[in-house]
């Protein structure tokens, strides 16, 4: 007969509990778990949005298509989002005539309109500030840092994504080159 110490014992005893707990925990065949779409992320396609700019105009993401398109979510009390703004106006002033437009999403649900429009005005930004007043933009995104820039394809979908910043205007100027399939 086969006998077993109480280390062994306790040892059986856990791999039986985990192993049950494995079956009564798994999830049918074609069962859906999320209980929200994935982040967006590269080779996807960029969630569609439209938002009031600060001027009141509408603008949305859908009517971009055919463009390249920079999504860059910021606040204007974040010291990142301050540092890179300067090379976005650099690059889309360089750009803006080759099809790049950049959608400036104020996350205004962490910021106020009358900043986002100081903030804009201070740096001198042509491009349009997209006010996300109640934070759906940045829940659609999942924002989780600020600033997080999205490079976005002619066709729509996400080419890059960069959490953080702030981006250098060379990275910058690459990644627009590469979108927009110009030579430096």
Known sequence: MLKLDRKKWVAVFILLVGLTWIWLSRVPPGTITASKPEQPRQGF??????????????????????????????????????????????????YKEDGLEI??????????????????????????ILLDMDGAVSELYQLKSLPTTYFVDQQGDIREVVLGGPMAEALLLVRVQQLLGVQP
């Open 103 to 128: 959608l400036a999403v104020n996350s205004t649900i962490q910021d106020t309109p009358d900043a986002a429009q100081a903030f804009a005005e201070e740096y001198g930004l042509s491009f349009p």
């Open 45 to 94: 396609s960029a969630p569609r949005f439209a938002l009031a700019t600060t001027r009141g105009d509408v603008i949305a993401l859908e009517d971009l298509r055919g463009k390249a398109v920079i999504i860059n979510l910021w606040t204007s009390w974040c010291p990142p989002c301050r540092a890179e703004m300067p090379a976005l106006q650099n690059v889309y002033e360089l």
